[in-house]
């Protein structure tokens, strides 16, 4: 419970920072970390609403990279929840695509 305080904290703290610039990648980190935590707790829901933010964000702080390495992450990311969940069929299609992603970057 600390950590997911803590990370709610932070994630205030750069929204602060950063309240000029409110798609900037450090938000994205902030709403993926207490992703992970919702994610380690079972929690899928609220993993999956944090992980498509942090992904909704990357997506706009990276316009002109679609195939940036964080966006490929945070695909990685959702898939990693349908696949806690038990929909391999989402985990896939997720899985297929941050695998492509990362292919043209690299």
């Known amino acids: ?3 997911l305080a ?3 904290e932070s994630l205030e703290k ?8 409110p798609n900037h990648s450090d938000i994205a980190t902030s709403l993926n970390n207490i ?3 919702y994610k380690s707790k079972d929690d899928y829901e609220n993993a999956l609403k944090y992980y498509n933010e942090a992904f909704e964000i990357r997506q706009k702080c990276y316009v ?3 195939n940036h390495p ?7 990311n959702i898939g990693s929840v349908y696949e806690s969940k038990g929909d391999f069929q989402n985990a896939l299609a997720y899985f297929y695509e941050s695998l492509e992603k990362t292919k043209k970057c690299y």
């Open 14 to 21: 750069t929204k602060k920072c950063y309240a000029k610039n």
């Open 6 to 8: 803590y990370f709610y």
């Open 64 to 66: 002109d990279n679609p």
């Open 70 to 76: 964080e966006i490929a992450s945070s695909l990685n």
């Open 35 to 37: 992703g992970s935590v």
């Open 1 to 3: 419970q600390n950590a």
